[in-house]
């Protein structure tokens, strides 16, 4: 999925979850990313991704659309599950699900959100200077999974891939990701410079339209809360 697929959704889709607003969205998924990180129960965890798996539903996005983006944090997670399924199998599965839970958990906002809602509300309380490196971050990041696609597709037309050769992957997966880090720093600077040829000072304006809570708002934060509440309930038994 590129950029201009995800601004389509997120855009012109017409859902309970578009017609709230991005600040009772941005609530739900601090709650539910929080929760994904604190959680160590694998049956919290799977009632967690479910309630995601029917919110995309209710949102009205397509799972055949986005869920390849799931694909990415679960190759890097699955690595360092390697390492905790050395503890114990279940150390690992953790790992997969929180990265992926919490990856879904995103997508879900960013395709129910047009990004300059989200960053409005995140300029009332965050330095422009942070809000704005999110916003490059969040433009960079769909181009760097597009390089990442490439070069995917470059190892296996190369024979770089093979099931059977657990070394010779591992290897390549390591050039590969030196690779990435290489043209990410290289981005980085190339979009310094576009910026500071367009006038760049510090400072991207961005509107700040929070505008009143509807009913649905307040459904998804009381339902968020409730969530919440029942996995602080259960630390407490």
Known sequence: MHLADIDNLSNNEDSPFHSMRAVSKLIFTAIIITLFIVSNNILELILLTTVILISFRIGKVPYGQVFHLILYPLFFSSLFALFRFQQSFTAGILVIIKACGT???????????????????????????????????????????????????????????????????????ANALGIVIVKSIEMNDRMYQIYALRGYNGSIPISKDVGPLKANDFLLIGFSCVILIGKVISWRL
């Open 103 to 173: 990856a879904m958990t995103m997508i879900l906002l960013i395709t129910t959100t047009p990004y300059v809602d989200i960053f409005s509300i995140l300029s009332l309380f965050l330095p422009k200077l942070l809000v704005d490196v999110f916003l490059f971050t969040y433009r960079a990041l769909f181009i760097l999974i597009g390089q990442v696609e490439s070069l995917i597709k470059s190892i296996k037309l190369r024979a770089g891939y093979s099931p059977l050769k657990i070394v010779k992957n591992l290897k390549n997966i």
